[in-house]
Every structure is written in structure tokens, then in C-alpha cells.
């Protein structure tokens, strides 16, 4: 199966400052990237996604990349605010609808 | 999270007990899934459904069974509860096609097995 690699694993940042994370697939079959912010005790929730035919994405100050042929995917957040601390999970489907595979998480850290 | 809704948020229970969790969506979408998250691991998808009475193993299936008799409700159970089945466990749904690719994720069931 797919396989999805995450890094870094934890980020700290200045408020105001970029964070880039990046993940990494296996599987050139997959077709399909989205993002998830996942804040404590809750569920995660979709920031952003992105499909293979397509290079760049973005959403006011969140981007996200793709590199087919590298395969890795990256979400850029610019300007970046307290609020913007949470969890965030890459993930990686063939067939949306079916199995996505996550990346094992990016914990990020915006200090005032 | 609007539209799905996980029931219990938590529960304690002992090792071998059955356990059944459930997840009700008022979306009306197609696709359900059960995934459970540890530290270090992410995200791994246990069970999904791909309509009423329509399931499909995921990665980590072993231990765990799932029924769907109506499109609003996706049971997991737990047929014997071990330790190593202490985790928090997501429902989440989408609608491929519909434009709701994305899944959409409940607020968690925290399990803990003594």
C-alpha cells in the first residue's frame, strides 16, 4: 500500500514567520492530497487540498505544493499566528473515497 | 463537527469486554470510515463503508468488526477488548463525486482498556 512520510515532526515558529511541512509518497498511483489541522481534543479538520493535476494551491495564507515527480507535497503557512498551532496531517489517496494514508503528523508551535 | 457525531466521547472499559462505538451523520454521504489515532502512527483507517451493508477492511482491521444497516449510522465494535486497543478512535465521512472529497471527521471517541 501507500505510504506516507512527515516531516518535521514538531515545528516552532515566530509569530509572523512561514512554516513549511513537508511529506513525502510512495505510491505514484495517488491522486489526491489533502491537509488536516487537528486542534487538541478535537477531530482533524480540512485546511486545504490538492489533486495531481495540479502544481500549487492556495487559500489566503495557506499553500499547498506538489512535485509529482519528486513525489512530496509541502503546505506553506505565511504569516503565521497563535492560532495556527495545532497538529497537522498530510495524506495521500489512489481514489478519493477510498483509503487515504496520513502521515504521522506535524506538531507546530507559534510563539507570540 | 456539523454533521457527525461520535457517541461515547469516553469510555473505560475492561479488557475482554465488548465495546461497540457509534457514529451518526445527518450528511447524507456515501462513504464512512473508522480510523483510530496513537502517538507516532498518525491516522489508520480500521473499517469503512462504501454504502448500507457495503464494508471493507482497512489496515488495521484485526480485532475489530463494523456494521452499517442504515446510511446515517456506522457501528465499531470491539468483539473483546485488549489493551492494545486503547486509542481514540475517529468516524469520518465524505461524498466523492458530491464535492465532499474530503473526509469530514467526528470528535473522537478516547477508549481506554484496563
Known amino acids: 500500500g501507500e505510504n506516507v512520510e512527515q516531516h518535521p515532526s514538531t515545528l516552532s515558529v515566530q509569530e509572523g514567520d512561514s512554516a513549511v511541512i513537508k511529506c513525502t509518497y510512495s505510491d505514484s498511483a495517488s491522486n489526491y492530497f489533502p491537509w488536516y489541522k487537528q486542534e487538541l481534543g478535537k477531530g482533524p479538520q480540512l485546511i486545504i487540498d490538492?489533486?495531481?493535476?495540479?502544481g500549487e494551491k492556495k487559500d489566503q495564507r495557506i499553500a499547498v505544493t506538489l512535485n509529482k515527480t519528486a513525489k512530496h507535497f509541502s503546505l506553506h503557512i505565511t504569516e503565521t499566528q497563535p492560532e495556527d498551532s495545532a497538529v497537522y496531517f498530510c495524506?495521500?489517496?489512489?481514489?478519493?473515497?477510498?483509503?487515504?494514508?496520513f502521515g504521522t503528523g506535524t506538531s507546530l508551535t507559534v510563539i507570540p | 463537527d456539523a454533521g457527525i457525531t461520535q457517541s461515547p466521547r469516553h469510555k473505560v472499559t475492561e479488557t475482554g469486554t465488548p465495546v461497540t462505538l457509534r457514529c451518526h451523520q445527518t450528511?447524507?454521504?456515501?462513504?464512512m470510515y473508522w480510523y483510530r489515532q496513537d502517538p507516532g502512527h498518525g491516522l489508520r483507517l480500521i473499517h469503512y463503508?462504501?454504502?448500507?451493508?457495503?464494508?471493507d477492511k482497512g489496515e488495521v482491521s484485526d480485532g475489530y468488526s463494523v456494521s452499517r444497516s442504515k446510511t446515517e449510522d456506522f457501528l465499531l465494535t470491539l468483539e473483546s477488548a485488549t489493551s492494545s486497543q486503547t486509542s481514540v478512535y475517529f468516524c469520518?465521512?465524505?461524498?466523492?463525486?458530491?464535492?465532499?472529497?474530503?473526509?469530514?471527521f467526528g470528535s473522537g471517541t478516547r477508549l481506554t482498556v484496563v
Open positions: 469520518a465521512i465524505s461524498a466523492p463525486g458530491q464535492g465532499y472529497e474530503g473526509y469530514t
Open positions: 463503508s462504501y454504502g448500507v451493508k457495503d464494508t
Open positions: 495524506a495521500a489517496s489512489i481514489n478519493t473515497g477510498n483509503q487515504f494514508y
Open positions: 490538492i489533486r495531481s493535476n495540479v
Open positions: 450528511e447524507n454521504h456515501r462513504y
